[in-house]
């Protein structure tokens, strides 16, 4: 088993930055392929950024390619995602996933076994 812990979420304008943290604990050594996804009450839980942390392979969502940074710690086994030039389409809870071995389709929620509580990130103008 694998506990996912969000925190960093918040309040923040337009333009501004904000780094989400996830720590992970249990058995961690197998869950290779972790990843961040975002959810709202209009739209379904989609895939934001991934790692597979092995060869810090990562992959990124369209929408935010360029503004947002996906790495991991093995040191601390923690998932990081330093968002930049937030955008009021980047509203959602955001949530942080693993599961074992590699990223196969790492923006499809139903590859992930372990997943986080949510963060809460809002972004006005």
């Known amino acids: 088993q694998v506990q996912l812990v969000e925190s960093g979420g918040g309040s923040v304008q337009t333009g501004e930055s904000l780094t989400l943290s996830c720590a992970a604990s249990?058995?961690?050594?197998?869950?290779?392929?972790m990843a961040w996804f975002r959810q709202t009450t209009e739209k379904p839980r989609a895939g934001v950024a991934g790692v597979y942390w092995p060869t810090h392979l990562t992959y990124y969502s369209g929408s935010v390619k360029g503004r947002f940074t996906v790495s991991h710690d093995r040191a601390t086994n923690t998932l990081l995602l330093e968002m930049r030039d937030l955008k009021s389409e980047d509203t959602a809870i955001y949530y942080c996933?693993?599961?074992?071995?590699?990223?196969?389709?790492?923006?499809?929620?139903?590859?992930?076994?372990?997943w986080g509580q949510g963060t809460q990130v809002t972004v006005s103008s």
């Open positions: 249990g058995d961690t050594d197998r869950s290779y392929c």
């Open positions: 996933a693993a599961t074992n071995y590699g990223c196969y389709d790492w923006d499809a929620d139903s590859e992930y076994i372990y």
